[in-house]
């Protein structure tokens, strides 16, 4: 919860990102406040953005779904302003919602119908003519990798099928704005690699915001990052500044498995793996134990940095 007294969030909006194209659709948040309740879902977001790929970072509950349904339009705010070509979003939800392309988590298919059937349904459903739709749906099959599967039934696609079918979907009206929901949960890694090209692609003509978990999809992806933490936007940025940030700061030191605990009593620990010489610990710290070597930052080092709650999350190694 965000207690309405919550001192503003401290953005400097020199820092914030420069859209890749000045000529391009432009979304400006000024202030933007969700209130469920006594509950803000986000308080006092400010954002500019243009073309490109924007990472919305988060730990759970930080506000991104709520964020990304206000943007959407599928919640009206409760205190600031949303304006798309400088069209007020709240006020002419229709105008902008024609614009606009989501990828929810949830996103519903019917299983009984062809990649092509169901794309056709929701393309009459949306009011495309018939001629039109067709045309698109071949290109949006095309460049979602799927036009071999097209005339088969969507409960035989795979997970990364179906969030292609989802990314086709939300493509049909040719949004100049696509908001994409954890959209490479549950995808295997050559899947999210496919996934993260496709992002990428659109992102070079429209503003793509993509909420996720996955730091490395916003590493692989974005042109921007924004972090949201209890509701308030933390930072608008670039990857490259989040790292810098964070540079000289990460380090790796081998300890015996006994050490471990109070090595992670002093440090923040961003990752630790199992080899036969003991633990490798990532750390982020200004002053690094003994024997620490310096490495290169993750972004999702820096990002847990930002957040101030770096905490081991072991992977692999020999037991
Ligand atoms: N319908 C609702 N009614 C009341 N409170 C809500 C509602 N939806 C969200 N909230 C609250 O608003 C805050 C932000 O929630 P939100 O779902 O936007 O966060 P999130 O960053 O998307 O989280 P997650 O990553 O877990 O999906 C949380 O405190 C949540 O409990």
């Known amino acids: 919860m965000v207690p309405p007294e919550s001192p503003a969030a401290t953005v400097t909006t020199e820092e914030s990102p420069a859209a890749h194209d000045e000529d391009g659709p432009r979304l400006r948040l000024d202030g933007v406040g969700k209130q469920y309740g006594d509950v803000w879902g986000v308080r006092d977001v400010s954002l500019e953005l243009g073309t490109g790929v924007l990472g919305l970072l988060g730990p759970n509950g930080a506000g991104k779904s709520t964020l990304m349904r206000v943007i959407t339009t599928y919640l009206e705010p409760t205190e600031g302003t949303l ?3 400088g069209t007020d979003v709240v006020a002419s939800p229709n105008a902008v919602r024609e614009r606009i392309g989501y990828l929810p988590q949830d996103f519903g298919i019917y299983p009984d119908l062809t990649a092509a059937e169901f794309l056709s349904y929701l393309a009459a459903i949306r009011g495309l003519d018939r001629a039109h739709a067709s045309e698109r749906i071949d290109d949006l099959l095309e460049l979602t990798n799927l036009q071999d599967a097209r ?3 969507l409960d035989g696609f795979s997970g990364g099928m179906r969030q292609r079918v989802g990314i086709a979907q939300a493509l049909l009206t040719d949004p100049d704005l696509l908001v994409v929901d954890e959209p490479t949960v549950g995808l295997d890694p050559a899947e999210r690699v496919r996934f993260r090209n496709v992002l990428s692609s659109l992102g070079e003509d429209r503003i793509v915001i993509l909420s996720t978990h ?7 992806t974005a042109s921007g990052v924004a972090i949201l933490a209890d509701g308030r936007l933390r930072s608008h940025t670039t990857p490259e500044r989040l790292l810098e940030d964070v540079a000289n700061r990460v380090w790796e030191v081998v300890v015996p498995r006994d050490d471990l605990q109070s090595l992670k009593a002093e440090y923040h620990i961003s990752t630790t793996t199992r080899r036969s010489d003991g633990i490798h610990a990532r750390i982020v710290a200004t002053d690094p134990p003994e024997g620490a070597v310096s490495v290169t930052p993750t972004l999702e080092e ?14 692999g190694g020999a037991p």
């Open 151 to 153: 005339d088969r039934r």
């Open 214 to 220: 996955i730091v490395s999809d916003v590493e692989a």
């Open 302 to 315: 820096a990002y847990l940095d930002l957040l101030g709650e770096a905490n081991a999350s072991e992977s």
């Open 83 to 85: 304006t798309f070509d």
